[in-house]
């Protein structure tokens, strides 16, 4: 049995070829990627894949009328799972393209656009401060608000200072010394250096119920 022989840039005479050429898939075009006596080729017809009765055996080439003219009738074995294939039609040699590497295009900047200062080491450790007092400041609020709760369940008028009004009414410290400068806000009860607000007030305030002439009379409040 005789090996087709083929050159790089012309297609072989049809003939019947040991299974030792490489059939590496078809594309989605339709095209046949080969490799005949180590150089690559298009290959444009058909792949028929062959029995395995017929390979021991050997293949039977096509008829000399169904093979196209300049082309060829070629054995080869699949690259992936090493099944017999038969390709009937002609081939044409790949051409090498060299490889390029692909570079991402340089971003235009300008001078005047700022750049984003890199953290140092001062920096993070002021962050990771700010966020500590952060949590620590809303632990607080939390067992005050468990305070309350367990104070107004008791029948108790509690007591609260300026941390929680401000959370409560959602106004800065500042802005509620300045409106009780001005009476918009109700004074607090000093006892020694501790100054608080019977919530019922708080709330009376956030309602819109307390006004410049609201009195504060004793009554029962829990510390």
Request: with cysteine.
């Amino acid at each position: 049995m005789k090996t087709t022989q083929i050159a790089p840039q012309s297609a072989p005479e049809s003939t019947s070829a040991e299974p030792c050429n490489l059939y590496r898939g078809t594309n989605k075009a339709g095209v046949h990627k080969l490799e005949i006596g180590g150089h690559l080729f298009d290959g444009y017809g058909k792949v028929q894949r062959h029995k395995s009765e017929q390979a021991s055996k050997g293949v039977q080439i096509k008829p000399a009328s169904e093979v196209p003219k300049n082309g060829l009738a070629l054995q080869c074995v699949s690259a992936k799972t090493g099944n017999l294939f038969l390709f009937v039609g002609t081939v044409q040699a790949q051409k090498k393209v060299a490889h390029v590497e692909q570079r991402r295009p340089a971003t235009a900047t300008t001078t005047n656009q700022p750049t984003a200062p890199k953290p140092t080491p001062a920096l993070i450790q002021k962050k990771t401060a700010s966020t500590s007092k952060v949590d620590g400041k809303n632990q607080s609020i939390a067992k005050e608000m468990q305070r309350i709760r367990e104070a107004k369940e008791a029948g108790l008028d509690p007591n609260v200072r300026m941390e929680f009004v401000e959370h409560f009414l959602n106004i800065s410290r500042a802005t509620l010394y300045r409106k009780m400068d001005t009476s918009q806000f109700p004074k607090p009860i000093k006892h020694g250096h501790i100054n608080f607000w019977p919530l019922s007030v708080i709330e009376q305030f956030a309602t819109g119920q307390w006004t410049a002439q609201f009195t504060q009379t004793s009554h029962p409040v829990s510390e």
